[in-house]
Nanobody, 128 residues
Framework: QVHLGESGGGSVQVGDSLRISCAAS????????MGWFRQAPGKEREGVAH?????????YYGDSVKGRFTISRDTAKNTVYLEMNSLKPEDTGTYYC????????????????????WGQGTQITVSS
């Protein structure tokens, strides 16, 4: 089994920055694609960003976070990070980490079903 554990969430103020992490562990499996999705109360799950390492490094961002968020990956630690800047109240929600063995060289943010393993999520609240 592959397990994903998110950390770093919390309550912040509008305009603040925050970095959350997702560490993958398990037996004989490391996903080549790792991504972040989020879900706000009363809304459907939204793709935030994903990254692929292997062959060609590719990153994709959702329109609502492009230019403010940055995704990165530490392959040695099997960990993916999401740096969030200029946070807004609309960024409030539960952030989920996900991974799949297949590399993601195209935009899969609108297809969360492609991701096989999911973490339990970390809560982020942005207050004004």
């Amino acid at each position: 089994q592959v397990h994903l554990g998110e950390s770093g969430g919390g309550s912040v103020q509008v305009g603040d920055s925050l970095r959350i992490s997702c560490a993958a562990s398990g037996d004989s499996y490391v996903g080549n694609c790792m991504g972040w999705f989020r879900q706000a109360p009363g809304k459907e799950r939204e793709g935030v960003a994903h990254i692929n390492v292997g062959g060609i490094l590719s990153t994709y961002y959702g329109d609502s976070v492009k230019g403010r968020f940055t995704i990165s990956r530490d392959t040695a630690k099997n960990t993916v990070y999401l740096e969030m800047n200029s946070l807004k109240p609309e960024d409030t929600g539960t952030y989920y980490c996900a991974t799949v063995r297949r590399g993601c060289w195209t935009n899969w943010l609108s297809a969360p079903s492609r991701f096989i393993e999911w973490g339990q999520g970390t809560q982020i609240t942005v207050s004004s």
